[in-house]
DNA sequence: GACCTTCCATACCGATCGGTATATAGTAGA
DNA sequence: TCTACTATATACCGATCGGTATGGAAGGTC
């Protein structure tokens, strides 16, 4: 629906600010406060319309938030899909683990993931949001479990671990990267992180 | 001066609550919810008391959750300590994570992990409890770090890692269980992780 | 121009937030 | 019994929460 906005013949007055831009900018709050660190006052003041506007445009808060995940799993996580491409069992694991630094290393983004810090628990006024994102979560490690099961099936799998294990082990540790870049990890400490695990990475 | 209270005259009206029952309650309630999810109706319907008591008891909200935390670190913590104790790092490592299971999946006991709930980003009112738990954890990294660094002076540590290194790691998985806990991991799942960490860890 | 539609700005809504003033109830010592 | 002191209960405070009603202002079509 919003999509075909430029499409349409847009009988009324136009909008005065670019919804995409908006939408990018409330992403920016959402990421670094949360969904309900996240005050309206805060978006509509760091998005640059006011708070008609953004419920003309967005629905509502709940709405608002839906849309800029979707951004961000468009963008931010974008990396995930492509990195189970990686040839290998370990090559997969590889570059999740430092695309994963460099989403929350970004010059201009946020510290953290999106997703773990919308994840757990706050009021339950988030209770929805946080069953949608952990649900969003769910479907991805299915890919990563699928993508270990071809690599055992191919022959290209360690041995003494399965392959819905070692997956599990692959997210905890991306989570606790996030973990710790939310909490102000530096670069360095989470390349640190990553060529720790791929050196504990079992089979070669 | 609270742990006084038992030995004092009591020269007033004695209070008609248990203070540490009530600090109790006032615990699983932070553990559950977050800080800024835990709203004071919230705290005082569980703890039983009534506005002005939860203040002339604890002072405020913030001061509150700073001795929630101190209960959290006594009793909920502890392992961690006793963990140092192990004989080998390999003993260690494998301590931390086998009570870290125990603490997710109490039976009376929210789960997750009261120190990454409320070390991750929500409002701006709860910037200086995130400064303190997170200070907090520093400390206990940094012990936990010793002790690896002790087992490598011993002789008792896996070649090519660094113990900074894989003191960091080993936290990494230590979080990242904390947040799978909290969005609903059974006790299955994480005992999984645990194998598989200890499957990967390096050195026999 | 008239007209219609949509957007922007202000000011407001009830609900809830953390925190408190006030008055009463209960206990110890005089 | 009177006084000193403290806990409890109720009701309230200003601030902020998410969300909206209202009144113009700005474009498009005719």
Same mark, same amino acid.
């Given at each position: 629906?919003?999509?075909?906005?430029?499409?349409?013949?847009?009988?009324?007055?136009?909008?005065?600010?670019?919804?995409? =831009?908006?939408?990018?900018?409330?992403?920016?709050?959402?990421?670094?406060?949360?969904?309900?660190?996240?005050?309206?006052?805060?978006?509509?003041?760091?998005?640059?319309?006011?708070?008609?506007?953004?419920?003309?445009?967005?629905?509502?808060?709940?709405?608002?938030?839906?849309?800029?995940?979707?951004?961000?799993?468009?963008?931010?996580?974008?990396?995930?899909?492509?990195?189970?491409?990686?040839?290998?069992?370990?090559?997969?694991?590889?570059?999740?683990?430092? @695309?994963?630094?460099?989403?929350?290393?970004?010059?201009?983004?946020?510290?953290?993931?999106?997703? =773990?810090?919308?994840?757990?628990?706050?009021?339950?006024?988030?209770?929805?949001?946080?069953?949608?994102?952990?649900?969003?979560?769910?479907?991805?490690?299915?890919?990563?479990?699928?993508?270990?099961?071809?690599?055992?099936?191919?022959?290209?799998?360690?041995?003494?671990?399965?392959?819905?294990?070692?997956?599990?082990?692959?997210?905890?540790?991306?989570?606790?990267?996030?973990?710790?870049?939310?909490?102000?990890? @530096?670069?360095?400490?989470?390349?640190?992180?990553?060529?720790?695990?791929?050196? =504990?990475?079992?089979?070669?």
């Amino acid at each position: 629906m919003e999509g075909l906005t430029a499409l349409a013949p847009a009988k009324g007055r136009p909008r005065e600010f670019d919804i995409d =831009v908006a939408l990018a900018a409330a992403l920016r709050v959402f990421w670094q406060r949360g969904y309900e660190g996240a005050s309206l006052s805060d978006l509509t003041s760091e998005m640059g319309i006011t708070r008609p506007s953004l419920y003309a445009a967005f629905g509502n808060k709940e709405m608002l938030f839906r849309k800029a995940f979707d951004l961000y799993e468009r963008e931010k996580m974008a990396y995930m899909k492509t990195a189970l491409d990686a040839p290998t069992a370990r090559g997969v694991a590889e570059r999740l683990l430092r @695309s994963a630094v460099d989403i929350h290393c970004g010059t201009d983004d946020p510290r953290g993931c999106l997703g =773990v810090i919308s994840s757990l628990a706050c009021g339950q006024e988030a209770e929805s949001i946080r069953a949608e994102v952990i649900a969003r979560r769910v479907s991805a490690e299915a890919a990563l479990i699928a993508r270990f099961e071809r690599a055992l099936a191919e022959g290209d799998f360690p041995t003494g671990v399965e392959p819905g294990a070692l997956a599990h082990y692959l997210i905890a540790i991306l989570q606790g990267m996030a973990v710790q870049a939310g909490v102000g990890a @530096s670069r360095v400490q989470l390349e640190q992180l990553v060529e720790t695990s791929l050196i =504990v990475w079992p089979g070669r």
